[in-house]
Structure formats: structure tokens, C-alpha cells
């Protein structure tokens, strides 16, 4: 499965953006999620789905403000009240199996995106 992800950029703090990440092919039994990276921090689980029954989880950082979904092949994440601390290059990956398993461990992902930058000032 590959990933491309789109949708990142700037804006400035409480803003919105919208990412988006098409997948080569349908997923099932796997745990759809995003990371960030941001400059000289580890990579982080930011927000994961699962594909069967759309069981959805989000680090305390982005919650009630960050919104995963995914449509047929395509994975999103809505960013809204944007802070400068979710300054990062934003990743898609997919991780064989229920997000219970596989959590924000990135070991777990086997297919990652490219990446997207998104800069919030």
C-alpha cells in the first residue's frame, strides 16, 4: 500500500487545515493513523482509526481539536484551533492489525507517507 499525503501549509494560530492521504489500494485490519515530527523532537502519534469499526483515539495534545476520519481509500485529519506547537511534518501510516495493538508505536507501521509540512505562527 502506498500513501501520499496532502493538505499541509501555513496558517496562523486557531486556524484550520485540512490533511488528507490516499491509499493505493482498500485497507482492512489495519489501523490507520497520524504522527508529527516536529524539528529536533521524536516522531508522535497524533491520531489513529481503525478501519473495521472506525474506533478512533487521539493524543491528549490534539484532543477536541484535531478530527480523524477516512473515506474508502482516503485517510483525513481536520485541524482546527491550530497552535504553533503543532508545527511538524505530518505523516500517514498503517499498521496491520486493531489500533488497540498497534497504539502510536511507529515500529508497528509498515506504510508510511512522505510527510506534509504544516507551519502554524
Known amino acids: 500500500v502506498q500513501l501520499v499525503e496532502s493538505g499541509g501549509g501555513s496558517v496562523r494560530a486557531g486556524g484550520s487545515l485540512r490533511l488528507s492521504c490516499a491509499a493505493s489500494?482498500?485497507?482492512?485490519?489495519?489501523?490507520m493513523g497520524w504522527f508529527r515530527q516536529a524539528p529536533g523532537k521524536e516522531r508522535e502519534g497524533v491520531a489513529s482509526?481503525?478501519?473495521?469499526?472506525?474506533f478512533t483515539a487521539y493524543a491528549d495534545s490534539v484532543k477536541g481539536r484535531f478530527t480523524i476520519s477516512r473515506d474508502k481509500k482516503t485517510l483525513y485529519l481536520q485541524m482546527d484551533i491550530l497552535k504553533p506547537e503543532d508545527t511538524a511534518v505530518y505523516y500517514c501510516?498503517?499498521?496491520?492489525?486493531?489500533?488497540?495493538?498497534?497504539?502510536?508505536?511507529?515500529?508497528?507501521?509498515?506504510?508510511w507517507g512522505q510527510g506534509t509540512q504544516v507551519t502554524v505562527s
Open positions: 482509526i481503525y478501519d473495521v469499526d472506525g
Open positions: 501510516a498503517a499498521a496491520p492489525g486493531t489500533c488497540l495493538w498497534a497504539g502510536y508505536d511507529d515500529s508497528k507501521y509498515k506504510y
Open positions: 489500494a482498500y485497507t482492512y485490519n489495519r489501523c
